[in-house]
Nanobody, 122 residues
Framework: QVQLVESGGGLVQAGGSLRLSCAASGRTFSNWHMGWFRQAPGKEREFVATISWSGGNTYYADSVKGRFTISRDNAKNTVYVQMNSLKPEDTAVYYC???????????????WGQGTQVTVSS
């Protein structure tokens, strides 16, 4: 079992920045690839970014590429996403997830956090 707890969400003006953190506990964190997803009201949960178990490979949704950066610290069992140049359309609940499957798909993740709200005002 893996427990994931997100933090760092909040209210920010357009153009601002936030850094989300996801602390993991339970089974060996460094074995899993990690991902961030988000879900806006009335919309499906969508892929945002993923990072391989070693941190050597990352991949981003086109909507966040160049603005968001995913990273991980296996010594601290934590994954991060630095979000810059935020836009109102980035408003959503952000979830971190851990898994072994296809890294850009919800089905590729076995464990999910409870989510943290990010609100970007215009």
């Amino acid at each position: 079992q893996v427990q994931l707890v997100e933090s760092g969400g909040g209210l920010v003006q357009a153009g601002g920045s936030l850094r989300l953190s996801c602390a993991a506990s339970g089974r060996t964190f460094s074995n899993w690839h990690m991902g961030w997803f988000r879900q806006a009201p009335g919309k499906e949960r969508e892929f945002v970014a993923t990072i391989s178990w070693s941190g050597g490979n990352t991949y981003y949704a086109d909507s966040v590429k160049g603005r968001f950066t995913i990273s991980r610290d296996n010594a601290k069992n934590t994954v991060y996403v630095q979000m810059n140049s935020l836009k109102p359309e980035d408003t959503a609940v952000y979830y971190c997830a851990a898994g072994f499957g296809p890294a850009t798909m919800r089905s590729g993740y076995n464990y999910w956090g409870q989510g943290t709200q990010v609100t970007v005002s215009s």
